[in-house]
């Protein structure tokens, strides 16, 4: 069973390595922002749950919340569910962002990670789920569609083609 909660202090060391290891796929497992490997953990757990509430966001951000998958004890991936869009949500970013770690992929994590969080998606109001996927990451565009994801069309950001989704989620 998959549980989806907040990160604590605890978390830092693993979550240190998921980080590390999300790097390698151009992607990050961290809320961006969290570049300083010398960065102080407890700031960005105070960042994670200022965003939550909509509290000190950094220019340009919405709120966001932010939460660790767990399974049998081991953060397996992660979740970002932003409660509302900008501009560039709009264009390319979306109201959900999920990553699970390589270690534990092709699982059905990122599927269920993603069945959850537009139970809390919904929870938060937002019927209208906007989700991006670069077009030739087959993996995401299968879990997109399997949530019933209706192409609305395909943007090109800064030389990469990326594919606009929506799923009705009321
Ligand atoms: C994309 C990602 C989240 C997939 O995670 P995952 O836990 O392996 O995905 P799942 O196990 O739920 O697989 C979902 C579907 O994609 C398929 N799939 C998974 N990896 C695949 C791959 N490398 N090639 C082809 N199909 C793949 C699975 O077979 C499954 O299809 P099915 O339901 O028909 O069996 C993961 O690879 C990842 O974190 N990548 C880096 C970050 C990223 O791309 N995030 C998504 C953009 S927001």
Redesign the pocket.
Known sequence: MMILRLPTLADEKVLRLADSE?EL?G?NFLLDGFQESEADFQEYLDRVHSSLVGENLLPGRVPSTFLVAVVDGEIV?RTSIRHELNEWLTNFGGHI????RPG????????EILSQSLVIASNLGIANILMT?NDD????I??IE?HGGVLENKVDQDGVLLRRYWINNS
């Open positions: 999300l796929d992607s991936g962002g999920y990553a699970v534990f992929r092709r699982r059905g994590y990122a599927t996927s990451n087959v993996a995401s299968r879990i399997k």
